[in-house]
């Protein structure tokens, strides 16, 4: 097991003198991209800074521990599983963390700027704070722990793209701000506090595990599942009471199904409501 | 502005030797030659004995490439980047010390189409359809894309003062008024989109040849017959340029017959053709279904060799997804009921109207196949080369970047085969592709991408599109030897070429954008009877005045819009 510690600069961090802080763009920095570079070379892979391309060395401090991973190309790749990327300082403008991501594992000690795990195929992210908008936008697979809060449009498509989410595993320990899941196809999200306005907007398949409110939840959507153990605000009128059904947990659901506004054909979607 | 600033003429010599040269129109047809640039244009022989040489090295070497249809500048392409995020993602390119920022694959940016066109060996586009009352931003656009020489064709057909001229008779006015309105937006010459049509759907409805437009009481046929002649009364380079009505209507081939036939008496100014019908694929649709659909290319090319009178690009089908954008608003409307994608729908006041949506051409849906072979089949049927353009409409049946793919499959049978059997099996039982032999030779591609196009737009006398003594130094040289018959090498090579030279200048070397000089606009300028124009102004000035939103005098095109200007004038042939 090899990990490898990026702390942010402060310098780089740092809004002095009221100047707007310039986003690192961090997908570069995966796991997969930097299992089998020696600390030389991880400090030499190139970084996005604003509109610079910059060294990862001048912008973190760089350390690593534990093994290095072998070999090159495939076996590199192969060996990701046992790297560890670790970010530290304030993450809070850097974004693209995880991004595109295959294998292996990061952990974020902080809260994270946008984008964090979208793309994802594999490993782990584990984010220790908030994370701002679009992360695990498109993810096709693997895990992403946000122990705060998630921003807008958590798992959902790029603007215009018709696919969001296709599969892997979601958790956030606190809210979910509007459009979670937005034309989610397949994966599952657990959102353990409120889902803001529109969670599951134009999903076709997947699920999406709501412990606390959603308001609106699962407009347009037609495949997929939604289940909310709080309150719902607003549901959509066009959502047709099937039948009250027994939750896993024990608990008595409404079972819905819709979105009808999309055509009976078409509204196969399932919302359970506690 | 482009990135080089204001376009020049490289200065000095420079000598391409060992190349194997296509240049159609001077009959040149895969000869060893040498050809001399002087300042910018073709010479003779050279001066100076220490001159800068290219050795072609057996390669082939073709005038700069001329695309005679194109959507890549104005009002309606920039909504299509706007509303398509996802295909701005594709095609993201950062900057580099040359170029700046690309983005896009259907739609893509300014910067992204001038390399990318000039990549593939282009160096003159034809932005076919400009709103007059858009003139200012479409040549803003034009201006902003890098390397090519353009102009651009404004609408004329839906508007109110020609449907008003049509309904009297007055050809004489009409041509006072189409001369106005070259002038006003720095235009090259008549287009007609479905005319008719499009100012039917202002009312929610659409218009085939012979039907009345609401509230105008003119046909179709009458517009397309008054513009005609309209053109013609004047020695405008280019022909009528139409769109006709019905597109992507089972059936519509019948409507493309009779519009050819339509203007078939038409006496040319110029020695050329009448009518140029564009994108005649979505065009040369037999059945009366989208279930009996079937390819009627073989009935347009019969027409097409049968009459001297009409040409065709053909607008072929490129796979994959793509947006569709065109000023036939009634035909975007029906494509997205048919898809269910998003559309976007403008009007502008008196003139025109645009949709636009996205579209996935797939080799899996029995419609698309044969929409797919049908572009193809027009190109392989038409037995003159001369008649023929190719062109995808970009991007309307895919982007211009599939070019060279198109290339390679009327250059290989075997390639349109191989493709045909991973395909829907309608194109075997509806389309005619399969039973054709024919393979085009690198002559007949020269011809079909730059000879027969700049002569269509009358370009030739102009120095584009061939390489004579005085034409403009626009060479393409292509990493291949006349003899390479692999049509994926065929196809890599005309993606990228080993040069591009516009105006004496290196523009593109192995592959890759080295300098990017501003290109030129071309417009013309018709000289009309000042008798007549102060008549036609009379009307003219009255629409302004009670219908139109904008002032008369802040309607024309200034020159500062036109920075590179190379105008054309058209004298009156009566």
Known sequence: ?274 | MAEGGVSKMAEGELLIKNGVVFDPINGVKGEKKEICIRDGKVVAELKSPNVKVIDAEGRVVMPGGVDIHSHIAGGKVNSGRLFRPEDGRKGVAVRTKVCRVQSGYSVPNTFATGYRYAKMGYTFVMEAAMPPLAARHTHEELVDIPILDNAALPLIDNNWMTMDYVKTGDTDLLAAYVAWIMKATKGFGVKIVNPGGTEAWGWGKNCGLTDAVPTFDVTPAEIIKGLAEANERFEMPHSIHVHTNMLGHPGNFEVTKATYDLVKGVKTAKDRQVIHTTHTQFHSYGGTNWGDFVSKADAISDYINQNEHATIDIGSVILGDTTTMTADGPMEYSLHQLTGRKWTNHDVELETGSGITPFLYSGKVSVHTIQWAIGQELALLVKDPWKVALTTDHPNAGPFIGYPILISMLMSKKRRDEAAEEMHSAIFKRAALPSIDREYDLNEIAIITRGMTAKALGLHEHGKGHLGVGADADVAIYDISPEERDAGKIQKAFLNTKYTIKGGEVVVKDGEVVATPAGKTYFVTPECDEGLTEEMLVKLKDKFEHYYSVNFNNYPVQDAYVPNPYEIKASWSG
């Open chain 1, 1 to 274: 097991m090899q990990t490898i510690k990026l702390r942010l600069k402060d310098e780089v961090s740092g809004g002095v003198g009221g100047v707007a802080r310039v986003p690192v763009e961090a997908d570069s920095l995966t796991p997969d991209k930097l299992a089998g570079k020696s600390e030389a070379e991880i400090k030499a892979v190139k970084v996005w800074w604003g509109n610079r391309e910059e060294k990862t060395g001048d912008l973190f401090e760089v350390s690593v521990e534990g093994e290095e991973g072998e070999g090159e190309g495939e076996e590199a790749a192969a060996s990701a599983d046992e790297v560890k990327v670790v970010f530290e300082g304030d993450l809070s403008r850097v974004k693209h963390i995880g991004d595109g991501m295959k294998a292996g594992e990061i952990e974020a000690n902080g809260d994270v700027d946008m984008h964090c795990g979208a793309m994802m195929q594999g490993g782990k992210i584990t984010v220790r704070g908030n994370a701002d908008c679009w992360a695990g936008r498109e993810m096709k697979g693997g895990e992403l722990v946000i122990e705060g809060d998630a921003g807008a449009n958590l798992c959902a498509m790029y603007r215009g793209e018709m696919t969001g989410m296709t599969g892997g595993k979601v958790v956030v320990g606190g809210n979910a701000d509007e459009c979670a899941g937005q034309y989610m196809a397949g994966g599952e999200i657990l959102i353990k506090g409120n889902a803001g306005m529109l969670a599951g907007l134009n999903m076709q398949g997947g699920k999406i595990t709501i412990e606390g409110d959603a308001v609106m939840p699962g407009a347009d959507m037609t495949g997929g599942e939604i289940t909310v153990k709080g309150k719902v605000l607003d549901r959509m009128p066009s959502f047709r009471l099937v039948e009250t059904t027994v939750g896993e947990d024990g608990g008595e659901y409404k079972k819905y199904i819709g979105d009808l506004a999309m055509t009976e054909r078409k509204a196969k979607g399932v919302l359970f409501v506690k």
